[in-house]
């Protein structure tokens, strides 16, 4: 059963950098996308950033374009999202996700930037 557990959110001020570090871990596949997505509340969860097993594609939504960069370690299973420039409508619970032939979600982390 795969596991994911993402760390390294928090609070930070407009203008400010977070990374947030997710971990796969229990039977992982031997190839897999990976991604980050967030739900703000009030809002449907949208995606937010996303990696292909060798790095070699990335995609952005165009909100976080230009200030959130996504990589990946395949060695430790691992994606990170680091986030610059954060703004107050970035204050989202961000999720981790692993696509494979099936798909997987961490539990969550929060992430509020004020104003």
């Known amino acids: 059963q795969v596991r994911l557990i993402e760390s390294g959110g928090g609070l930070v001020q407009a203008g400010g950098s977070l990374r947030l570090t997710c971990a796969a871990s229990?039977?992982?596949?031997?190839?897999?996308?990976m991604g980050w997505f967030r739900r703000a509340p009030g809002k449907e969860r949208e995606f937010v950033a996303g990696i292909t097993w060798t790095g070699g594609s990335r995609d952005y939504s165009d909100s976080v374009k230009g200030r959130f960069t996504v990589s990946r370690d395949n060695a430790k299973n691992t994606v990170a999202l680091q986030m610059n420039s954060l703004k107050p409508e970035d204050t989202a619970v961000y999720y981790c996700?692993?696509?494979?032939?099936?798909?997987?979600w961490g539990q969550g982390t929060q992430v509020t930037v004020s104003s």
């Open positions: 996700n692993l696509q494979a032939d099936i798909s997987y």
């Open positions: 229990g039977g992982t596949p031997t190839t897999y996308a």
